[in-house]
């Protein structure tokens, strides 16, 4: 059977009756990534437009966002020095440890929400501990580090965490140690 679904296309005001999702400003969460340093705001190369920024831009990005109508960040950390097990994130030290407090006393505010992932810390790219003689992360291994990573970003005062690393039983991981 035909379904005519120009008909109610047919004008603004009439999409505007019949849209089912309405997109608005509260909506956006921003992405920030940020790394060491003062005064650092560079594009990134692949992503006109977006930039690797010192927190010190950071807190300026943030006055400039709720001037928008944003609230909600998504914090990315890009850390000085990388390791197998990712270190820096497992340090309240470390890169996204020190931007979550710093942005929370300059805009308490800010609802702010962590990438949990290991992909950025690790010398060798991947998402948490490798099986060297399995050729494969170490999905347990990992769930441990990524409960402490979780409680680190938790003190520091992160409202949300956004888990993107994959590993099996992750959530109720993350849920058993931030209860
Ligand atoms: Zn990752």
Redesign the pocket.
């Known amino acids: 059977m035909f379904q005519r679904f120009r008909r109610t296309r047919l004008n603004k005001h009439l999409r505007s009756l019949v849209r089912e999702t309405q997109v608005n400003v509260e909506d956006f969460i921003y992405p920030l990534f940020i790394r060491s340093g003062e005064g650092i705001k560079t594009e990134v190369a692949s992503m006109p437009g977006v930039f690797q920024m010192s927190i010190d831009e950071v807190l300026k990005e943030c006055e400039e966002l709720k001037s928008l109508g944003i609230y909600s960040i998504l914090l990315f950390g890009i850390p000085d020095t990388k390791d197998s097990i990712g270190s820096d994130a497992l340090c309240e030290h470390g890169i996204i440890a020190s931007s979550i407090r710093a942005i929370k006393e300059a805009h308490p505010d800010m609802f702010v929400v962590t990438d949990l992932?290991?992909?950025e810390y690790t010398d060798h790219g991947h998402?948490g501990i490798i099986d060297e003689a399995k050729e494969t992360v170490n999905n347990d291994a990992t769930l441990e580090i990524s409960g402490e990573q979780a409680l680190i970003h938790a003190k520091a005062g992160a409202d949300m965490i956004a888990p993107?690393?994959m590993m099996d039983g992750i959530i109720e991981r993350l849920r058993l140690t931030l209860r």
Do not use: I, M, N
């Open positions: 992932c290991f992909c998402c993107s690393g």
